[in-house]
């Protein structure tokens, strides 16, 4: 639900980063804090374990200028990918306007991404929201670890959209911002078509 | 996705104007609006010691999260919660199940007296959330800005961002 307020002209978009556990969704959000520049980011709030695995979630705000005299700004959050916090999870798709889907690409792992993206329909239902309405990317992480699938057997398996997606090494920055640029692209884009 | 909430000059005045008086009238540091989402809509009072953000989307996500143990427990939700610190305290209310209302006050104001004019404040400002919504589903709104250009324009700066 982005909130548009013609008086102080503001634009607030909410996208949110969903997979599995350890799959590098928090990597993400941390490489483009790392990188873009601080007057155009706010603070990194992370709700963490003290392993650093993700609680409640990892939340972003990145201003991106002023478009046609309103001020745009999108806020990034990751969900927890643990299966143990679904309910969690649930809760930080309330309101979204994108979602980015990344997929972990090592092989023994292509299950806990198809039961992870299978929970996101499902959770995505409960807000009386469907995938097909809503801008959407993957991203096939991980891409420099020796155990991967193809990128082809991925796409085959998760890409049943036939939606952009993104080969990444979000520890290396690789894919990161061409994953969110496509994604904030769409949000606006049916931001315009919405009207 | 859901639609997005646009507000209007004369709503954000209106709105504008309860939250000034909700301030006042407690001696509250800072009252906001916010949305579910997390995204502030307005407020009221000195915010230069706030990270407004980051409290924000804390504070949806506070009332996401104690939504669910109100429903675990059989209730269908709290309309209210109320932080307690040693020197400044926040209550929170739910005017609906998109809207926020938060009071931060310190020992100057009285949870009571906070309490009372949230309430008087929470229906006014209800009605002219009505009235928006009203507006949003009869489309009497139009929104000019956001057209094609715009979203072509909005692409070349998120292109300018993301180099």
Redesign the interface.
Known sequence: MSLINYASREINCKIVYYGPGLGGKTTNIKYVYSKIAPETRGKLISLATELDRTLFFDFLPVDLGTIRGFKTRFHLYTVPGQVYYNASRKLILKGLDGLVFVADSQADRLDDNIDSLQNMYENLATHGMRIDGIPFVLQWNKRDLPNVSPVEQLDAILNTLKVPAFPAIATQGIGVFETLKEVSKRVLRALSQQQ | ?????????DD??AINQQLKYLLRSTGALIVLLI????????SAGDLSRL?V??FA??Q??DV??TS?LATLIGEKEFSSLFHQGRRESIYVSLLNP?IILVVIFDDQATLGLVRIRVKTVSDQITKIFERIFAKLERRTV??P???????L???A??????K
């Open positions: 996705m859901q639609d997005s909430v646009s507000i209007f000059e954000y005045w949305d579910k989402a997390g995204q502030v809509i307005t990270d953000s980051s989307s804390l949806a996500a996401a999260a669910q998109n139009s929104a800005a956001f057209d094609e250009e715009f979203a324009e909005a692409e700066e998120i292109d300018n961002l993301f």
